[in-house]
């Protein structure tokens, strides 16, 4: 199951050592736990001024939190799929 899902991690700054590999395998556990059978995790580690720009483009909100989800729009053709 876990060959069809994928954690992205991003750092703004430098990253730190086994940092990113542990954030890969925190985020697979959840997606597999949510009962994830394939998708993708995105994960950024920014600073504020980032994350504000981020809240104001995608979410229309004007301040920083510590995180923001935003969802990735599906394709066409998993619009349209009955669920189950």
Do not use: Y
């Amino acid at each position: 199951m876990a060959g069809k899902l994928k954690v992205a991690v991003r750092w703004q700054g430098r990253a730190l050592p086994g940092v990113t590999q542990r954030l890969r395998a925190v985020g697979i556990a959840a997606l597999q736990r949510a009962g994830a059978e394939e998708g993708e995790l995105s994960v950024l580690l920014c600073d504020d001024r980032t994350m504000e720009l981020l809240n104001r483009h995608f979410r229309h909100k004007t301040q920083a939190h510590g995180c923001a989800f935003i969802p990735r729009p599906r394709p066409p053709a998993q619009r349209h799929r009955a669920p189950g």
